[in-house]
Nanobody, 124 residues
């Protein structure tokens, strides 16, 4: 059974930083395309960042230069380092995984597996 468990969300002031983690189990972590998505109340789901088996990455324009996606294969863990956070980054953040390579998926793709999410709130 595939399980993705996110952690690291919370309340942070504008300009602050957070690091999200996603512990993966039940899948060949190193072979999957992994990603972070977010959804704010009343808004559509948005792809934030993707990373493939070779650690090639894709970012949404809204987070380029501020967010960094990475993974630790030994720990089967995906990360999202978020810096210079803005109020518009407030959302539920989800970790996701898919067997398709990065060339076949994009930030708008519905991934096969998704975690329960962790809330990020950016407010003063």
């Amino acid at each position: 059974e595939v399980q993705l468990v996110e952690s690291g969300g919370g309340l942070v002031q504008p300009g602050g930083s957070l690091r999200l983690s996603c512990a993966a189990s039940g899948l060949p972590f190193s072979s999957f395309t992994m990603g972070w998505f977010r959804q704010a109340p009343g808004k559509e789901r948005e792809g934030v960042a993707l990373i493939d088996r070779e650690s090639s990455t894709t970012y949404a324009d809204s987070v380029k230069g501020r967010f960094t996606i990475s993974k630790d294969k030994a720990k089967n863990t995906l990360y999202l380092q978020m810096n210079s956070l803005k109020p518009e980054d407030t959302a539920m953040y989800y970790c996701a995984a898919d067997t398709r390579p990065l060339d076949w998926v994009g930030l708008k793709t519905e991934f096969a597996y998704r975690g329960q999410g962790t809330q990020v709130t950016v407010s003063s």
